[in-house]
């Protein structure tokens, strides 16, 4: 059975940093794309930063420069290292790892750990 667990959330205060963690069971990690994404109260859930199997990055424009994803594929672990952390960035951080074959793509939810940022 495929299971991701979150951690690393917390209370930080504004400028501060924190780093994510996604540990993953049940897939073959190394060849799955993975990504974080985070959903604050009454928006819509939204893309932070995603790598490839291959070390591809994505990040949304608000996060470049002050965030960095990472994989280690030897722990089967996903990573986000935040910094410079703005009180707008709380919200419930999800992992999400994706499976992509021709003519489909399989996606797997982790239930998400709470970044809040204030002072």
């Known amino acids: 059975q495929v299971q991701l667990v979150e951690s690393g959330g917390g209370l930080v205060q504004p400028g501060g940093s924190l780093r994510l963690s996604c540990t993953t069971s049940g897939i073959i990690f190394s060849i799955c794309a993975v990504g974080w994404y985070r959903q604050a109260p009454g928006k819509q859930r939204e893309l932070v930063a995603a790598?490839?199997?291959?070390?591809?990055?994505n990040y949304a424009d608000s996060v470049k420069g002050r965030f960095t994803i990472s994989r280690d594929n030897a722990k089967n672990t996903l990573y986000l290292q935040m910094d410079s952390l703005k009180p707008e960035e709380t919200a419930v951080y999800y992992c999400?790892?994706?499976?992509?074959?021709?003519?489909?793509?399989?996606?797997?939810w982790g239930q998400g750990t709470q970044v809040t940022v204030s002072s």
């Open positions: 790598i490839t199997n291959t070390g591809l990055t």
């Open positions: 999400n790892v994706a499976r992509v074959q021709p003519g489909r793509r399989t996606e797997y």
